[in-house]
């Protein structure tokens, strides 16, 4: 499909409202890492001295205008004014001071472009920093160093003007949400009659109740953020089919709808659905834009759905093929990758089909929130619960991380749903996490990373699985996905000097549930054996039966209620009946844990006696006992009233009938182990 681009850059903040990082250093590249930007006694002066972790050495960026940033300090953070970093008015003047933010001169004084160092030779992202107002005196400078001072120098990109900071993690966006008016213009040539309106209706507007069309999909996906309703003309003739391909029929058709009473700048998309024509394209539409062509295919839901993507900023999306391993198997994310057009099948916008849209959409459409799917840059553990899952507060439902280029390694999770989202369980698009390099700006970007280069499946099974990890040379990241659950998709986001690390996705294996009989005299131990399971740490608890039931970490040891290693032996004293459950908790990678319990029933002894229960005149019967323990000593006593008439300490007894007088008798049976 064709997409026409239409609007401009927004600045590299959002316009509605202010994000910042919180107080941190500020290092200079070349003066290493020992190094920092030192707030003077006399709250004016910045210099570099050793790093001591003080109030003084501590800085935050924050937006002052759309694209800048100030630059204050914590030391001055109480005071009744605001203090920033800035140049003097004097174009002699080079070496930056602090100063009132809002005092007297020009704000440009104080405002700060910083921008990611693409040719710097370090691993971490760093960034230049230029001034607005140097700027507009048409100096060609960044911010850099002299005598252990700040100093205004010539443009470069040498670590001597690279800066290690935290700049606020804000991408653009162009947020499409509220109530939306849409104008369905039905069209026909005078040599070709109009497609079934009914089926195009269904298309775009469905019932309100169903899977299938554009307004429900946009529904879904916006979590109800942007509700699209709107209304329909029909019977419009465009004349004589076109000899060419244009999006004027745009235009025409609002005229034509003008002449009918219907002014379409009273909503907010226009949509046109032409008979066949000869144009390659089955739509067309403006990215981004408010005009969406149907070229005979109004009646396909993934039509809409992909048009709409145009106009929320969407281009079509490639994909990222031919990736490396090294020699632990991490698929390197590097130069040695390739972009192509191969399929997604998680995004409408290059072969999805009518698949919901993509993370990063979202974020650019306002649809998710930067607390939803925040920017990371220090090693930890994340959960992401599934995408289009309705959103609870807390939860993650992606991740981004910037990289040297200024994209983004984004990251989702997706479940099996009703519809749009309709997969396969055993789909590896559900059973994985889906890594994207993302760009925000004037449109949003998406390129699906294969995590699995050279299957043979291609795209097909692009997802990071658990257990695997891939490496993005430009953020300096280690992505692993430690395991899925219940509760989402567990990842550790690490930096590359974890190369060397092989990683333990921790998995937990205990015994199957089972009984034990007590003993009325002597303790029974049975062995909780979890040498089955692999991780880098073992803890056996006990959850129930404590206080009569406990643990032992070696014979002879005391009760307790906790053994730091894989096996452990379940202690159970004499006379003692109940339940008791065990957890083994195991510690893998990264402080990842999977836990498992048993349950040990423990039950009292019990002999029972197997036989018939009348015999005649000179039968012979023979008794046997069952028991659930091992038996190994019994003695069986034949009663008559309160007369004992026969005793044996066999494992069976046998009664000879014709030794017996007639009568009731009573046959009795104690055993012991």
């Known amino acids: 499909m064709l997409s026409q681009q239409r609007d401009t850059l927004p600045g590299l903040f959002a316009a509605d409202g202010e994000e910042q990082a919180g107080y941190g250093t500020i290092k200079n590249v070349a003066l290493g890492s020992e190094s920092c ?74 405002s700060w472009k910083a921008a990611i160092n693409q040719a710097s030779a370090v691993s971490d992202i760093v960034y ?53 008016k849409v104008l369905l213009l039905h069209t026909h040539y005078s040599d070709r009659p109009a497609n079934d309106l009914a089926a195009i209706k269904s298309a775009v ?32 003739d465009l004349g004589p089919r076109p000899a060419i391909c244009s999006s004027s029929v745009v235009a025409q058709a609002q005229t034509l709808a003008r002449a009918k009473g219907i002014e379409p700048n009273n909503y907010d998309y226009v949509f046109v659905e032409i008979p066949s ?38 281009p079509h999306a490639t994909s990222l093929e031919g990736c490396t391993t090294n020699s632990l198997g991490i698929v390197q994310l590097d130069p040695q990758c390739r972009k ?34 925040p920017q990371i840059d220090k090693p930890e553990n994340y959960t992401l619960t599934p995408l289009f899952n309705t959103p609870n507060e807390g939860e993650l439902k992606g991740l981004r991380i910037l990289r040297r280029d200024g994209t983004y390694l984004t990251l989702e999770y997706r479940q099996p749903g009703t519809g749009f989202e309709g997969w396969a369980s055993s789909d590896p698009f559900v059973n994985g996490v889906i890594v ?69 996705v921790p998995v937990a294996v205990v015994p199957e549930d089972f009984s034990v009989v007590a003993r009325n005299n002597d303790g029974t131990v049975r062995i909780l054996n979890g040498n089955a399971s692999t991780g880098n740490e073992f803890v056996w608890t006990t959850l129930a039966g404590s206080g009569r ?51 040990v029933t423990v039950l009292p002894p019990q002999v029972n006696i197997n036989g018939q229960e ?36 066999l494992a069976v007894f046998e009664l000879d009938g014709q030794n017996y007088a007639s009568g009731t008798y009573q046959l009795k049976l104690e055993a012991s182990s």
């Open 277 to 314: 024509t000869s144009c390659s394209w089955t739509g067309l539409a403006a990215t981004p834009g408010s005009w969406i062509i149907g070229n005979a295919s109004g009646h396909k839901p993934w039509m809409w759905q992909h048009e709409f993507g145009h106009n929320l900023g969407a």
């Open 436 to 504: 994207r390099v993302a760009s925000f700006g004037s449109t949003v970007s998406n390129t699906l990373v294969d995590t699995t280069p050279g299957s043979a499946d291609g795209m097909k099974d692009a997802p990071l699985m658990p257990g695997k990890s891939i490496d993005d040379v430009l953020s300096g990241k280690r992505i692993t996905l430690l395991n899925i659950d219940a509760r989402g998709a567990h990842l550790h986001i690490g930096t590359l000097s974890d190369a060397n690390e092989e990683v333990k």
């Open 340 to 373: 192509t057009t191969a399929g997604d099948p998680s995004d409408t916008m290059n072969g999805g089909g009518s698949r919901l849209y993509p993370a990063p959409y979202l974020l650019y459409a306002g649809w998710l929130s930067d607390a939803q799917m």
């Open 128 to 180: 230049t920093l230029e001034n607005k107002y140097r700027n507009d005196l048409g100096k060609k400078e960044v911010l850099g160093h002299s005598n252990n001072r700040l100093q205004m120098v010539a443009t470069s990109t040498t670590n001597d003007v690279s800066w290690q900071l935290s700049v606020p993690a804000q991408v653009a966006t162009r947020p499409v949400i509220g109530n939306k």
């Open 37 to 110: 930007l030192t707030l003077q006694p006399d709250n004016s002066s910045v210099t570099f001295q050793r790093c001591q972790d003080t109030a003084r050495q501590r800085w935050q960026l924050s937006q002052i205008m759309t694209g800048y940033l100030k630059i204050t300090s914590e030391a001055l953070a109480e005071e009744n004014k605001e203090y920033c970093l800035g140049m003097n008015s004097s174009a002699a003047q080079t070496e930056p001071t602090m100063m009132e933010c809002t005092g007297s001169g020009f704000n440009s004084q104080r």
């Open 614 to 649: 009348s015999l005649a005149p000179g039968e012979v019967v023979v008794f046997n006992s069952q028991d659930n323990f091992e038996a190994a000593k019994w003695h069986w006593s034949l009663v008559n009233g309160s007369q004992t008439v026969a005793e044996s300490d």
């Open 549 to 599: 039931f406990g643990l032992q970490a070696e014979p002879s040891g005391p009760m307790v209620s906790e053994v730091r290693q894989s096996s452990a032996r379940a202690a159970f004293p004499g006379g003692a009946t109940g339940q008791a459950r065990y957890q083994l908790t195991v510690t893998g990678s990264h402080g990842m844990t999977d836990s498992k319990i048993v349950t």
């Open 205 to 236: 507007f469905g019932s309100g109740t169903d899977f299938s069309s554009l307004v429900s999909a946009v529904r879904i996906a916006s979590y109800g953020k942007l509700l699209l309703s709107g209304d329909t003309v029909s019977d419009i």
